[in-house]
């Protein structure tokens, strides 16, 4: 096994561990373990490339997020002296790439159960494996964090001086501990409550849920600041006590203005006291943590209800041949039941479902309830579309590639249609759902009067379907691949199909300036698609 960085770093505080009763050597055989596993495991940020898997995937990933830190981290350092402004935004920023990276890498990290049934038979004390468990999860925390903030922290000492820089740098050691917990948190309070592979489906719920509450949080911190001619009010409300990123933003405003406000006292407060306190709880509650893993090894049999009824109507009035309903059939149960395509797939439908609202929100911000209710910005809900090229791209991996050999052993007479039932399915599954949702709110809205306009929105969707499946997966059955092995350039081509979201929205704002020219335009999509989709999917 290899002799890790940081493990020879570690070995300096070797007496500390002692110290505190914890058999150091044991320990340190535990995190060698974990990290060369670790290490073969592709990181959520590498999805979408062509990454090899030589090497620990994860230290190659760090250089991404330190072009992150550059990017939304740096620019707020220019902002001026105005900390609680400048410094609120910067943590929002930070907390929720570290909050992602918590839920999309490091789930696996904080719910690792493989060496359960190994390590705990043997005569390894609970305090041992406490440690390691802990360590483990602070030496990622470290490595991202610290290449994250590595730039910012070197820009900040030219720009505000050396307290600054030190100061930044114990904020950010407490807003990473105080992010680890708090997933922690979530898992503890899920695991308490649900078991086995409901267990496994809650999570996969969380992250959309999370994601969705992560890009809100960025949105509602902003409209707590007003700027009036370019002069930067802020008013303190008892609320703002409930996010942490004025916490972390609050000593800076405390020791480098000078400011003594009472608020400002309290919110310097927070930050120092919830992050141990948010620590000492964990660690208190961490045999429970333990206890609760377990349910994750049970009931991983368990047969799952499914709406057969509805699914086979879907089949019967959208497949033509019965070849192709069963295969319609197949998707429908790995788009629902396949949990490492959940796991990729859900958080791009949560900021799909979220984007329209955010870009309604700021409109608001320029006019007038009514005067939005009566214009055209109901055009946002393109932005829902944009989820369509990812989850088509997603629809050739699984976690259970190697069963792609049902494919090539099974009599299939016109492979085509294989790739055809996946993408009804996903439409049927995924997109139908969204956009009528998002339909029905924007009809209570805008009224009845963009019913056709939300017609052609859906018709555009599927046509953009068709060509996100030209792209990427043309000739190919879905399915085949590992999740570890994207292919190249797709970011490229996500980026490049998502264009077509916009030129379809630039399509669709043109056509409504022509007399008439809304019905015409819904009359040809449907055709176009019905062209097109018997064009494509004819033969084998």
């Known amino acids: 096994m ?12 070797r007496p500390v561990f002692q110290k505190l009763n914890i058999d150091y050597d044991v320990m340190r055989l535990i995190l060698q373990l974990k990290l060369t596993m670790d290490s073969r495991r592709m990181p959520a940020i590498f999805s979408g490339s062509n990454v090899k898997k030589e090497g620990n995937q994860f230290l190659k990933s760090l250089w991404m997020y330190g072009l992150f830190g550059i990017l939304f981290l740096v620019p707020f350092l220019f902002l001026g002296n105005e900390f609680l402004f400048s410094l609120t935004i910067m943590f929002s920023s930070l907390f929720i790439i570290l909050m992602t990276s918590m839920v999309s890498d490091f789930s696996a990290v904080l719910l690792d159960i493989r060496d ?4 705990h038979p043997k005569p390894i004390s609970g305090k041992t494996l406490n440690a390691a ?14 290449s994250f903030v590595i730039i910012p922290v070197i820009v900040s000492i030219f720009k505000f001086g050396i307290i600054f820089a030190l100061l930044f740098f114990v904020e950010i050691i407490l807003i990473s501990s105080l992010a680890v917990v708090l997933t922690a948190f979530v898992y503890l309070f899920i695991l308490r409550f649900f078991s086995g592979e409901m267990l496994k489906d809650i999570i996969n719920y969380v992250q959309i849920f999370l994601a969705i509450g992560m890009a809100l949080s960025y949105q509602f911190v902003g409209r707590v600041f007003q700027i009036v001619n370019i002069e930067i009010t802020y008013t303190f409300d008892w609320w703002h006590t409930l996010l942490p990123p004025f916490w972390f933003a609050a000593p800076f405003e405390l020791i480098l203005n000078r400011d003594y406000s009472m608020h400002i006292i309290l919110l310097s407060l927070l930050a120092i006291l919830a992050p141990i306190i948010a620590i000492a709880i964990y660690i208190r509650l961490m045999p429970a943590f333990e206890r609760n893993l377990s349910k994750l090894q049970s009931d991983t049999n368990r047969t799952k209800k499914r709406n057969r009824i509805l699914q086979g109507v879907w089949a019967r009035i959208l497949c033509r041949s019965k070849e192709e309903r ?37 409109t608001l911000t320029t006019s007038s309830f009514e005067q939005m209710k009566s214009g055209s910005s ?27 050999w049902i494919f090539y052993a099974a009599p299939i007479k016109n492979k085509s249609i294989v790739y055809s039932a996946t993408l009804k399915a996903s439409i049927v599954n995924y997109f139908i759902p969204i956009l009528t949702m998002l339909g029905a709110i924007f009809l209570w809205i805008f009224s009845f009067r963009i019913f056709l306009d939300l017609v052609v929105v859906l018709l555009a969707a599927i046509l953009l379907t068709l060509v996100s499946y030209v792209i990427f997966n043309k000739g190919k059955f879905p399915f085949i691949s590992s999740h570890e092995h994207t292919q190249a350039n797709a970011f490229i081509k996500v980026f490049g199909s998502m264009l077509m979201v916009g030129i379809m929205a630039a399509i669709h704002a043109v056509v409504l300036i022509i007399p008439n020219g809304l019905p015409v335009y819904a009359i040809l999509l449907l055709i176009s698609n019905f062209i097109s989709w018997k064009l494509m999917f004819s033969r084998g």
Do not use: C
């Open 378 to 404: 109901y055009m946002v809900i393109y932005f829902a579309l944009i989820m369509i090229p990812s989850v088509v791209q997603m629809l050739e991996y699984s976690g259970n590639y190697k069963g792609q």
């Open 326 to 362: 069963t295969f319609y059939k197949f998707a429908s149960l790995m788009l629902k039941e396949e949990r490492e395509l959940k796991l990729k797939i859900f958080p791009i439908l949560g900021f799909s479902i979220i984007f329209p609202f955010i870009f309604l929100f700021n």
């Open 116 to 119: 359960k049934n190994i390590l």
């Open 2 to 13: 290899n002799d890790f960085a940081s493990l020879r770093v570690l070995d300096r505080f």
């Open 133 to 146: 468990k802990i360590t483990h999860i602070m030496i990622y925390m470290i490595l991202l964090t610290g």
